[in-house]
């Protein structure tokens, strides 16, 4: 691919300004946005890149590198209508009571398709920066992940959470969030791996009962917390949800009690982070695949596959689990460096011989959030 700012040159005729949006992936903390608990992502160095610029007019035009592809709307006819350019219409509406004008841009991204690490919250966040700092609009960036949010449920029909915006857009190099999800309070949390590298495996598998098993899953979380009487789990203990057990039937109680246990390792998992206890840290990643696949059901063959052949050698992999909201996607996996070869081979073997699918290996750093380069 030809850099985007070249493509930009001869298809627009002026000087762009370039802006990088990361994907991310959450560490720890996994069905707990929607509980108002604590989650852990970090922005990585797999992004999209924008070249872009005024023009003067209230057309807005895209020219997607990936796909090959272009796309215009006005202004004045912001609506829902197909493809990639729902997200940019959204952005676009979300600011459209202020005093912005079109521009011209030509993007491409580095972030694999399908692989769960949020390139859509990327591609929202990174128009929304750069027509914020183009047309000096003075949105703060909580304000920008809550517009790309409102794109993705309103032009885009997803009913995400804020979690992938947030941290695409607050991100830090060598660093992850501790985000609170009820007052969407953040911490910032040095990540110092020493001789482990994040690996992401993907198992190339998404099973299409995902999205009726989260709302199952969320149904039977209001549920509990109904029962005990609280707004969320957030504010439900242990100790709570065993007096009320009786009354919420087994599979509600069981759907509740990893979201509290999730909660706790989260904000545990911060601490260990914060002592430098990576591999400590790392044990809590198999903490929560088990729970997530045992208890909150989440999980499917492939997964538990990849973490099991993980947990053969926990020198080599001191922490595994399925990353998302499961069923398929990726898994994240703390390797020793000097193993990450050895272990893309032993993996895609036995991967290969058991599903015959062709499993994909990303190394990512954790990097900036949304900027300027």
């Known amino acids: 691919m030809r850099p985007v700012e070249e493509i930009f040159l001869e298809k627009f005729r002026t000087e762009p300004v370039i802006f990088i949006a990361p994907g991310r992936i959450n560490l720890i903390g996994e069905h707990t946005d929607y509980n108002e608990g604590f989650v852990m992502p970090a ?19 895209f020219y997607a590198v990936d796909y090959d592809e272009d796309a215009s709307f006005d202004l004045s006819l912001l ?17 459209s009571n202020l005093q912005v004008r079109g521009v011209d841009c030509v993007f491409g991204s580095s972030i694999p398709v399908g692989a769960g690490l949020s390139s859509s919250a ?18 703060s960036r909580l304000e920008i992940a809550r517009i790309a949010q409102r794109s993705e449920h309103e032009f885009a029909g997803v009913r995400c959470g804020i979690m992938d915006q947030f941290a695409s857009l607050h991100g830090r190099k060598n660093s992850a969030l501790l985000l609170d999800c009820k007052t969407l309070q953040y911490e910032t949390l040095p990540v110092s791996l020493g001789d482990y590298r994040i690996m992401l495996i993907d198992t190339k598998v998404k099973h299409s009962l995902a999205s009726t098993a989260y709302n199952d899953r969320r149904a039977s979380c209001e549920e509990g917390a109904r029962i005990v009487g609280k707004s969320s789990l957030r504010e439900v203990t242990r100790t709570m949800l065993d007096q009320h057990q009786d009354k919420m039937g087994e599979e509600v109680y069981i759907k509740c009690l990893f979201v509290i246990e999730e909660i706790a390792r989260t904000k545990r998992a911060a601490d260990l982070l914060k002592a430098g206890e990576i591999r400590k840290f790392g044990a809590l990643l198999y903490e929560t695949h088990w729970g997530l696949s045992k ?42 460096k000097s193993k990450v070869d050895f272990l893309k081979g032993y993996v895609h073997e036995k991967y290969f011989a058991t599903f015959k699918k062709e499993p994909d290996f990303y190394l990512v750093n954790l990097a900036d959030g949304v900027h300027q380069e």
């Open 122 to 139: 990327a591609l929202c966040c990174g128009v929304g920066v750069a027509v914020n700092q183009l047309y000096d609009l003075k949105l």
């Open 295 to 336: 208890f909150y059901d989440v999980s499917c063959e492939e997964l538990d596959f990849l973490v099991e052949l993980a947990e053969e050698d926990k020198e080599a992999v001191i922490g595994a689990r399925m990353m998302g909201g499961g069923f398929g996607g990726c898994t994240i996996n703390l390797v020793l």
């Open 79 to 95: 609506k829902p209508g197909d493809s990639w350019i729902n997200y940019l219409m959204g952005v676009v509406d979300g600011v």
């Open 43 to 61: 922005a990585i160095d797999s992004h999209f890149t924008f070249a872009i610029a005024p023009n003067g007019t209230d057309r807005f035009n």
